[in-house]
C-alpha cells in the first residue's frame, strides 16, 4: 500500500508541475498583452499631443488673455492666426468660431472636441472676430469698460 501512495503522489504531483507549466505561460502572455495595450494608450497620447491642436490652443487662449488683460478701451489688436486657422480648417472649424469671448473667459477651439478656455482679469467689453478672407489675422477689440 505504501507504494500504491508513492506513485498516486508522484502521478498528482507530475499533474500539478504540467498544470503550473500552463499557468506561467498563460500568466507571460497576459502581462504582455497589458503592456502592448499600455504602450498602445501611451503613443495615441502622446501623438495626439504632438499634433499641435492642443498646444496651440492653450497658447493662443493664453496670449490673447494677456492681450485683452495688458489693453485699455478703444484698442484694436491684430494677431496672426495662419497655423490656428489652416489647423481649424483641416478639422472642419469655421473661422468665425475659433476665438469666442464671453465674460472674461477666452475659448480657442481647433478641433472638433473641447476647445481650451482661459479667462482674463481686465473689465472690459471685448470683441473678437476674423479679418478679411484671404489675411490670416483675428482681430481684438476692446470696446468700454464694463
Known amino acids: 500500500m505504501k507504494k500504491r501512495k508513492g506513485k498516486k503522489r508522484l502521478k498528482s504531483t507530475i499533474f ?12 507571460n502572455v497576459i502581462f504582455i498583452i497589458l503592456n502592448v ?5 501611451l503613443i495615441l497620447f502622446l501623438v ?16 490673447i488673455a494677456l492681450l485683452i488683460d495688458s489693453a485699455k478701451p478703444v484698442m484694436e489688436m491684430r494677431l496672426n492666426m495662419a497655423d490656428a486657422m489652416k489647423l481649424a480648417e483641416k478639422n472642419g472649424i469655421s473661422r468665425e468660431s475659433i476665438v469666442t ?5 477666452v475659448k480657442v477651439k481647433l478641433t472638433q472636441k473641447g476647445g481650451y ?12 472676430y476674423p479679418d478679411v478672407a484671404p489675411q490670416q489675422y483675428y482681430i481684438i477689440k476692446i470696446n468700454k469698460y464694463k
Open 48 to 63: 495626439k499631443q504632438g499634433s499641435g491642436a492642443i498646444i496651440l490652443e492653450q497658447s493662443y487662449a493664453k496670449n
Open 16 to 27: 500539478l508541475m504540467k498544470n503550473r507549466k500552463g499557468t506561467v505561460l498563460m500568466e
Open 117 to 128: 478656455e482661459y479667462s482674463f482679469f481686465n473689465t472690459v467689453d471685448v470683441t473678437a
Open 37 to 41: 495595450a499600455y504602450l498602445t494608450i
Open 101 to 105: 469671448i464671453n465674460g472674461n473667459i
